[in-house]
Nanobody, 126 residues
Framework: QVQLVESGGGLVQAGGSLRLSCVLS????????MGWFRQNPGKERECVAA????????FYADSVKDRFTISRDNAKNTVYLQMNSLKREDTADYYC???????????????????WGQGTQVTVSS
């Protein structure tokens, strides 16, 4: 059974940085494309970044381009989300997810992801 465990969330001032980590256990990590999503109460979950199995193709939401970087270390079964120049509107619960049927490029559609972590909270203060 696949399990995803996120870490690295917390409280940070606007303009600061955080790095989220997500470890996958239970299956071969390289089988999965990985994504980071975020959600606020009453709002839809949105994909902020995704990465293919090899780490060679990435996707970013327009709202985070040039500020966030997704990467993966297949030897450590871990995907990362480096978040720089954080803004108050980045405040949300962040979730990592695994897509077990990845295509050539990583997907941003929530319904295509099969496994989800429990989430980690990021709060950006002004």
């Amino acid at each position: 059974q696949v399990q995803l465990v996120e870490s690295g969330g917390g409280l940070v001032q606007a303009g600061g940085s955080l790095r989220l980590s997500c470890v996958l256990s239970g299956r071969a990590f390289t089988r999965y494309a990985m994504g980071w999503f975020r959600q606020n109460p009453g709002k839809e979950r949105e994909c902020v970044a995704a990465i293919n199995w090899a780490g060679s193709i990435t996707f970013y939401a327009d709202s985070v381009k040039d500020r966030f970087t997704i990467s993966r270390d297949n030897a450590k079964n871990t995907v990362y989300l480096q978040m720089n120049s954080l803004k108050r509107e980045d405040t949300a619960d962040y979730y990592c997810a695994a897509d077990r049927n990845p295509g050539f490029s990583p997907q941003s559609t929530e319904s295509l992801y099969d496994y989800w972590g429990q989430g980690t909270q990021v709060t950006v203060s002004s």
